[in-house]
């Protein structure tokens, strides 16, 4: 025992020495993607002595010798605007490896050279120029409250708000979730969240691993002509590649995203090719042991495999094969629950199983130095099996079979495009995306249904029997041009052609930025956009006047929204942002009933089911409309800040011609998050965090106590759809932690309190078949999170 704390001992003191790192890269023109030769790469700080260097042949290059902590760098390039990258983070256990794109100057007398400055309002999408920003791994797990997901990370973001607290579906500009598009390496993606359901976009947990991801885009409103089938925002993400020098390894645990084991490195000695491969498996069950909950206290099962394989450059072009595969399941026992439990009642035993699945491989081509080809595919399958079983009476002996949901998608995506650059000032992109679904689907339930054989039970009818393929086409063809050094014009068209019913829509995209000075610049951006409907809303069951169970909704179009933005950028000091943006969002051709009635779609798309409504017409409309803030601190100086705001209204009519509040209109949203750093020694860091978030209440429908009670089931009083208002919500988020940098290994530590003053929001209010009675649904109180993260 004494010799192991001998040699424990002095591993450990060798391992805690501080040990310099690198800053590694490649430098490419934004537009072509072509590599730039000798552009001067520097760090910036406030020593006398500068560290610099520059682009090799292959536009690589290695800032080296550095020791842990932040760095800012700045990349220059004759003929090309100046690239300032602040608060890159570098750490001994891992090599900090960026990919840098630089913008060619209209003027090419020289290079055009600014003071260090943030650019995180430049998305990788040049096309983008308003209701857009960057999200990177760094920030996903900086802030507090953000489980290490990106739908939590962007909540932080104006305009945007999250509908539950357990789960991440996102609010965008008041509109429903369901309204998200998900992209990977530049295909569209089924829903990447464990126990996801058919049509919606959110769930409990993401199986979207961040310790992945390159930086990538958000979008909000307006989006450029490459985006298409969304109405409310799109996830725009990629995977970074690993490491192509050296072998690198992560071991992370965390309350939600579970147990990881991460490896990258490079394939064979070339160079150019890599790997990177991450496995988790849940670890929630820390929470079961400490009588911790988050909407239930039944113990959920996942885990997922996600990978990334860089085969690098050759005569054929860049090949990259990627792909996610994740796996989930959890049993309710109702004895078990408690009253107030999200998503099971004590009357009923049930079990939701989950397989979720997408691989790939994206093939870019250099045709030559003002134009490249790059074309993803991808096949994805998602299979979702639901049964839930109900008791008899009170006595819980006897049950019987009420809801068996069975879905299996295969889904075949194809995204190709040319990118081209005719001059400095003119550049285009066109493309086309195949969306191919293949849905083998059926669904019996005893839901709200009459007993007409009379066996003292509601009958069990199909919702849903469908064996059939949804394809849809989405050509584009968008375009940027300068028409001086303020001014940008960005255009564009997109198409959908959804061949099922042979739909078809033509859709303009058009945005205009100017600098007013070097400080700030005014963007306007304009987009018609359109979206299919979902697809257990296509293809529900309904009984015709002759009892037979038919598809209603079969011949829907899309649901359509212009979108208008009118935003001003002001950056007031190195480091500093100020946003404001306002915005008017017109959404017509919505599914509504035939009869008159206050339903409508735009209320669907934030739980794991849709309404069972048939018939519909796409004769509804709303609206959106609000101005909202963002005023940021990026890192630097040891501590960040950010304050967002968002002030609306979102509306819409029925088939009964009343304007009523839709179900995601709290009408304001604050965040105010900040943290810093403290250095203590070279070796280690202190770090804080918070998050306060205050937003208005939802609006509910209430509910018909007596004729719940008649009927056993919960009655809306549709009547009065979405008057009731909830309390306000209010949660305070609060991280403490430390990083620790040894010799070739690096540790993270944190522990993040979730809602600490335990604020009871109410959530929503249901009817409650076994005590008769209403009750008050709340979201999670408080939750501590943890992560230990160690890489080496």
Known sequence: MKSFLIFF????????????????????????????????????????????????????????????????????YIG?????????????????????????SINKLDEVVFTAKADKDKTLNEMANVSARTFSLEEVTRYSGGRNDASRLVSNFAGVATANDSRNDIVVRGNSPAGILWRLEGVPIPNPNHFSTLGTTGGPVSALNTNLLKTSDFLTSAFPAEYGNALS?????????????????????????????????????????????????SFVQLADVFGLEFGTNATP??????????????????????????????????????????????????????????????????????????????????????????????????????????????????????????????????????????????????????????????DLQPVRDIDGNITTLEPYLSFKYKSGERSTWIGGLHGQIQTFNTKAAIEPRLGYSYALGKKSSVNVGYGLHSQVQPMPVFFLLT??????????????????????VLGWDYKPANNWRVKLETYYQDLFDVPVEMAPSSFSILNAGADFVFPFVGNLVNE?????????????????????????????????????????????????????LGGKEWKTGKKIVLTTDFKCTFAGG???????????????????????????????????????????????????????????????????????????????????????????????
Not at 94 to 104: F, G, H, N, R, W
Not at 267 to 280: A, N, P, Q, T, W
């Open 233 to 281: 925002g799109v996830f725009d993400v990629g995977f970074r590649s690993g490491n192509k020098d050296k072998a690198e390894f992560t071991f992370q645990l965390a309350a939600f995203s579970g147990l990881e084991a991460m490896a990258e490195g490079p394939i064979g000695k070339s160079g150019d090719k890599s790997y990177l491969v991450s496995y988790r498996y």
């Open 620 to 672: 509804g409309s709303g609206q959106n409309y609000g101005f909202e803030w963002t005023v940021e601190k990026f890192f630097s100086q040891s501590y960040y800040g950010l304050f967002t705001g968002s002030v609306f209204q979102s509306k819409y009519k029925g088939s009964d011609g009343i304007e009523r509040n839709t179900a995601f209109n709290n009408e304001y949203v604050f965040n105010l």
């Open 301 to 458: 099962n996942y885990q997922d495999l996600t990978f990334h394989i860089d085969l690098g450059n050759s005569k054929l072009g860049n090949f990259k094969i990627f792909g996610i595969g994740g796996l989930s399941d959890i049993n309710f026992i109702g004895q078990e629950l408690e009253d107030g439990d999200f998503f099971a009642t004590k009357d009923a035993d049930s079990r939701a199983v989950s397989q979720f699945a997408v691989a790939g491989v994206k093939h870019t081509l250099m045709l030559n130095e003002k134009h490249y080809l790059r074309s993803t595919l991808s096949f994805s399958k998602n299979v979702n099996k639901f049964d839930e079983e109900r008791y008899t009476d009170d006595t819980y002996t006897e049950k019987y079979n009420y809801t068996d949901v069975d879905d299996d998608i295969n889904r075949i995506n194809l995204h190709t495009f040319v990118n081209s650059k005719y001059t400095p000032r003119l550049s285009s992109r066109a493309g086309v995306t195949v969306d191919s679904r293949s849905l083998v689907s059926t669904v019996f339930s005893r839901d709200n249904n009459p007993d007409l054989d009379n066996d003292g039970l509601p």
């Open 80 to 104: 090309y605007e100046s690239v300032s990258i602040p608060n890159i983070l570098v750490t001994s256990g891992k090599e900090t490896i960026l990919d840098v794109t630089m913008e060619e």
């Open 698 to 792: 939802r609006y509910i429908t209430p509910v018909n106590l007596e004729a719940s009670k008649l009927l056993g089931f919960e009655i809306l009083e549709n009547q009065k759809a979405f008057s009731e208002k909830l309390t306000p919500y209010f949660r305070l988020d609060a991280k403490i932690g430390f990083r620790m940098n040894g010799k070739k290994i690096s540790q993270q530590f944190f522990l993040d309190f979730q809602n600490v003053t335990n604020q009871q929001n109410v959530f929503s209010k249901r009817y409650n078949r076994v005590t008769n009675r209403i009750d008050t649904l709340y979201q999670i109180g408080f939750f501590p999170d943890i992560l230990y993260r160690i890489q080496f």
């Open 543 to 564: 009984p015709d006047v002759n009892g037979n169970f038919v598809a209603g909704n079969e011949d829907l179009g899309f649901t359509k929204a212009h979108h208008f």
């Open 9 to 76: 001992s002095i591993w450990f003191s060798h391992h805690l020495l501080a040990q310099n790192s690198a800053i590694k890269g490649v430098v490419k023109d934004r537009v072509t993607e072509v590599t730039l030769i000798g552009a001067s790469v520097e760090i910036l700080d406030n020593s006398s002595s500068s560290v610099g260097t520059v682009t090799d042949e292959n536009g690589k290059f290695v800032l080296e010798n550095l020791m842990p902590g932040r760095y800012a760098i700045r990349v220059s």
